[in-house]
């Protein structure tokens, strides 16, 4: 793509000249690239370095945060005397050499583990890790310590390409136009990146694209020597050998992550975790069979309509399929690790023609279908990686809330169960999902522990036992309840489960049980009821507040320790690379600018999820549209050349006041049309007025590149500020970004009149 634009703007013209040769019309493309390579590279390290680093898969926010603070300080000192462009191919190298080297001592095990806060008995519980904490004879390295060593590394990448888009900004007089022109590229970036994303191409693709930018820039500088240039090819030839430590394995790049297939073992991993294996449902009876069972042998009517929620590779596809299900809906979110069941699944559950393979996120579908079901699942739903980089929700948070349940209770027939499983880790998520479910369906749902256990209690570690509630309505469960009382237990044959075919697992006497026991050679699992054992009272998660895994409204401690050093390293880069003098022509009304518009950025992805999905898809569209609303504003003040910015911050503020006050639930009453068109009027309004105040301070700006630099510095700010979604929830964040563009009125006298030409 980079050689394309080169290539037209290279094309000779009918005067004999090209694109580029007017002074003019080089600084505007340079501008428009840079500000394309900045984006794309950013959105290109925001995903690559997790599948590597295996602790940045829920801290994705730090890579964010270090290109915004390298583009901060780049555009702060881009006439420093330290010029960061001649040696960014080898601070590209020594990066992607030191991720490949994490990836590597974790499967050597001389880095046995990263400690993710204490996962034992965690604040905030992050799946795949909690076998890390200290151990004997093995080496531990604090999840902060890693994060600061990445952070450094590629803020200085963006240090490189900041000062670049500094320079290219100072280099456009008219300030409104050079604006436009760099959201334009950065709209540009998130487009190209989307189209690749969509195609699912691998790493090398990417950075090849952002590589090329990378040597343009090189050579129009003079720097582009032989030993650069074969630097950034070794680093792309690295970086297409992806997964060299496992071999036999496929590998494929999903839009959501790095993914390893073991054909041996049917085993998958997600950016270097262990996420789920295909299972032959004719060799080994899972869990999964277990709600089908249990109503079949209390004397229920058979499940027919099943919605799975998470389906994955297929696996409860399959064992909804054996138990007589006629009609299966599979709700995946990420389409390549549904293609890997569709292809390799040994029961071919994707195939039958009783199966539909909905790719979608699953809250979205519970919300937008209006099929009934007689037993809705959710399929061992934990994602490995966060919903976005702007903030700390996962992908599955707003499944597990008590408007989703809501939802979940909609969907279900008179008589319908709803079944949750996981291996929850620790016993207050269990007491969690309890409550919401007693509380959605008016009485206590079914627990039951595998391997089975007597109670379960909230202040104790799950370990690797694996808890599965069924929620429903009396009619529903109460017949199951009984025949527990009844006969004490529940034998489930794990590994023979052809046995489930002519076996009822419900015992009646001892002899009995000693007979069923013997027929299955003694494989046989008693199942029976858990107690939940609560000891407090656990806020419940809901749509503002969406964080199930987190024990308490805080920020963790290993996240203040990891905010806290971020803050001190980009203080440290700031000091390196900025002097004084420049920092001093700082105005703070940019910072407050920036921190405001990013959490009013967060807060529309967040609210975007609930509506219409946490797909990566609806991330792209509401970035662009995001971008494309600054382009709007940017667009009415060339034009209407407005002086005065008192009517815009009351609109703002207005705007503000509105998205806090309007229940999400007015936004659901509609079709889908005018739902997207009410969402789109009450999110972009802020924006809308939030881009105009940004234009026109910028067209008033005397050093554009000290503006820019400031608005990106408060952008980091606001991101550390996010973190107190985690105390407040979502909704709340408008208050403060309220505030922020209240402070941001500091500084605004300091700005000159608007003297500068709007022809140019």
């Not at 925001?46 to 890579?63: E, G, K, M």
């Not at 060593?149 to 500094?166: D, T």
């Not at 979604?725 to 402070?743: K, P, T």
Request: proline share 5%.
């Amino acid at each position: 793509m980079t050689a394309l634009l080169v290539w037209v703007a290279s094309r000779r013209t009918p005067r004999g000249g090209t694109l580029l040769s007017s002074p003019t019309a080089r600084a505007r493309f340079d501008l428009f690239l840079i500000s394309f390579a900045v984006l794309f590279l950013e959105l290109a390290a925001i995903r690559w370095f997790p599948a590597y680093v295996f602790s940045l898969t829920f801290f994705t926010n730090t890579v964010l945060l270090a290109a915004f603070v390298g583009m901060s300080v780049g555009c702060l000192a881009c006439d420093g005397r330290w010029k960061m462009l001649g040696h960014l191919p080898a601070l590209m190298g020594a990066t992607c050499a030191a991720a490949m080297a994490v990836y590597a001592a974790v499967g050597g095990s001389w880095l046995a583990s990263v400690d993710v806060g204490n996962q034992r008995s965690p604040e905030l519980v992050y799946f795949g890790t909690e076998l890390s904490g200290p151990t004997a004879a093995k080496l531990v390295v604090p999840v902060e310590l890693l994060m600061g060593v990445f952070f450094v590394l590629i803020a200085l990448w963006f240090v490189a390409l900041g000062q670049i888009l500094g320079n290219k900004l100072a280099a456009i007089e008219n300030r409104i136009q050079s604006y436009t022109i760099n959201i334009a590229g950065s709209l540009a970036g998130i487009v190209a990146f989307g189209v690749m994303a969509y195609w699912e191409l691998p790493p090398a693709a990417w950075f090849a694209v952002g590589m090329a930018c990378v040597v343009y820039f090189l050579r129009a500088a003079g720097q582009l020597t032989i030993s650069k240039a074969a630097l950034l090819v070794g680093v792309l030839a690295a970086i297409a050998v992806t997964g060299w430590r496992a071999k036999g394995c496929v590998f494929h790049w999903s839009p959501y992550y790095s993914i390893r297939y073991e054909p041996k073992t049917r085993d998958i991993s997600v950016n270097d975790l262990s996420h789920q294996r295909m299972v032959d449902r004719t060799k080994a009876a899972t869990a999964y069979a277990i709600p089908y069972l249990l109503r079949r042998d209390a004397g229920l009517p058979p499940i027919r309509d099943v919605l799975v929620i998470g389906a994955g590779t297929g696996n409860d596809v399959a064992h909804a399929l054996a138990q007589g299900a006629t009609r299966v809906d599979a709700v995946e979110i990420d389409p390549a690790i549904a293609q890997f069941g569709r292809r390799h699944h040994p029961n071919r559950p994707y195939d039958d023609p009783r199966v539909r393979l909905i790719i979608d996120d699953g809250r979205s579908f519970l919300r937008t279908t209006k099929q009934q079901y007689d037993l809705i699942v959710y399929a061992l739903v934990d994602s490995l990686t966060l919903h976005s980089s702007f903030s700390s929700i996962r992908l599955e948070n707003f499944l597990f809330t008590r408007q989703a349940f809501a939802d979940v209770a909609r969907r279900l027939k008179p008589g319908g169960v709803f079944a949750a499983y996981n291996f929850y880790r620790q016993g207050w998520i269990v007491a969690r999902l309890h409550r919401m479910m007693r509380d959605r369906f008016g009485g206590e749902p079914l627990l039951l522990s595998l391997p089975p256990r007597d109670e379960i209690r909230d202040i104790e570690g799950e370990g690797t036992h694996m808890a599965m509630l069924l929620g429903g309505a009396a009619d529903a469960l109460d017949p199951i309840r009984q025949r527990f009382n009844r006969h004490g237990s529940f034998l489930f044959y794990n590994q023979n489960p052809n046995l489930h075919q002519t076996i009822n697992g419900f015992t009646t006497t001892e002899a009995d049980l000693a007979g069923k026991t013997a027929a299955s050679n003694g494989e046989a699992v008693r199942l029976k009821p858990a107690r939940l054992v609560e000891t407090g009272t656990w806020k419940l998660p809901d749509d503002d507040w969406p964080f199930l895994y987190l024990r308490e409204p805080r920020i963790p401690a290993h996240n203040w320790r990891g905010l806290a050093l971020m803050l001190l390293l980009s203080l440290g880069l700031l000091a390196v690379f900025a002097p004084v003098r420049t920092l001093r022509g700082v105005n703070p009304h940019f910072f407050f600018l920036g921190a405001g518009f990013m959490l009013i950025e967060t807060k529309s992805v967040t609210q975007a999820a609930q509506l219409f999905g946490s797909t990566w898809l609806v991330n792209s569209i509401v970035f662009a549209a995001i971008l494309g609303m600054i382009l709007v504003a940017n667009l009415y003040v060339l034009l209407a050349r407005p002086q005065r910015m008192a009517p815009y911050y009351a609109g703002l503020v207005l705007a503000l006041a509105v998205n806090f006050c309007v229940p999400l639930d007015w936004f659901l009453t509609d079709i889908f049309a005018f739902r997207v068109f009410k969402s789109a009027v009450v999110m972009c309004l802020p924006i809308l007025f939030a881009g105009v105040i940004f234009a026109c301070s910028f067209r008033n700006s005397t050093s554009p590149e000290l503006a820019f630099g400031a608005n990106i510095a408060g952008a980091v700010f606001g991101g550390l500020v996010e973190y107190l979604s985690l105390v407040v929830g979502y909704q709340w964040l408008l208050v403060i970004a309220g505030a922020l563009y209240l402070l941001s009125l500091v500084g605004l006298k300091r700005l000159a009149p608007a003297v500068i030409s709007v022809r140019k």
